[in-house]
T-cell receptor, first 108, second 115 residues
Framework: AQRVTQPEKLLSVFKGAPVELKCNYSYSGSPELFWYVQYSRQRLQLLLRHISRESIKGFTADLNKGETSFHLKKPFAQEEDSAMYYCAAGGSQGNLIFGKGTKLSVKP | DTGVSQDPRHKITKRGQNVTFRCDPISEHNRLYWYRQTLGQGPEFLTYFQNEAQLEKSRLLSDRFSAERPKGSFSTLEIQRTEQGDSAMYLC?????????????FGPGTRLTVL
């Protein structure tokens, strides 16, 4: 079965520190992977997708097929990065399969 | 606002009552998805539409749940004989196409509380 695992419920870092939010997937075939973010009082929105290989708001994520991982990284965290982050895989029907999410708290 | 909208934003009901939620997708989007999110969990897929056709239903969608998308525009999700376990945030999302790589745009959600 397709599954996305985010092992950390909460990640707390200080401003300027590096951030890595972990995501592992279980998927047959070639996965399409995404990171969605939900800021306080806002709706869920796409942060980045692996197919685009882009950096959004300083975040990057690299697909590692050997480790079946798609970790989200940022070298220097900002307070405005505090949010709920969800890793997701594109299902066979175009639906998204989400992890349970990691709450990132960036302290001043 | 040209984003996905959902109505109502909050619904409190008593166990056994029926409730209906509405989702208005982005106008040119062909795909419409319904998800459910409970506390501490990520969104879980319920069902989706390609235009007006409902093409897939998750095993999470019991017989008490029904969804429609008449004319391929807005969609409704009805829950009959609500149970306390139905309490959750119900999210709607739409996308232009149905590819696995397509971005899904989410609505603000309808929070259901069943007393």
């Amino acid at each position: 079965a397709q599954r996305v695992t985010q092992p950390e419920k909460l990640l707390s870092v200080f401003k300027g520190a590096p951030v890595e939010l972990k995501c592992n997937y279980s998927y047959s075939g070639s996965p399409e992977l995404f990171w969605y973010v939900q800021y306080s009082r806002q709706r869920l929105q796409l942060l980045l997708r692996h197919i685009s290989r882009e950096s959004i708001k300083g975040f990057t994520a690299d697909l590692n097929k050997g480790e079946t991982s798609f970790h989200l990284k940022k070298p220097f965290a900002q307070e405005e990065d505090s949010a709920m982050y969800y890793c997701a895989a594109g299902g066979s029907q175009g639906n998204l399969i989400f992890g349970k999410g990691t709450k990132l708290s960036v302290k001043p | 606002d040209t984003g996905v909208s959902q109505d109502p934003r909050h619904k409190i009901t008593k166990r056994g009552q029926n409730v209906t939620f509405r989702c208005d997708p982005i106008s040119e989007h062909n795909r419409l998805y319904w998800y459910r999110q409970t506390l501490g969990q990520g969104p879980e897929f319920l069902t989706y539409f390609q235009n007006e056709a409902q093409l897939e239903k998750s095993r999470l969608l019991s017989d008490r749940f029904s969804a429609e998308r008449p004319k391929g525009s807005f969609s409704t999700l009805e829950i009959q004989r609500t149970e306390q376990g139905d309490s959750a945030m119900y999210l709607c999302a739409s996308s232009l196409g149905g590819g696995r790589e397509d971005e899904q745009f989410f609505g603000p959600g309808t929070r259901l509380t069943v007393l």
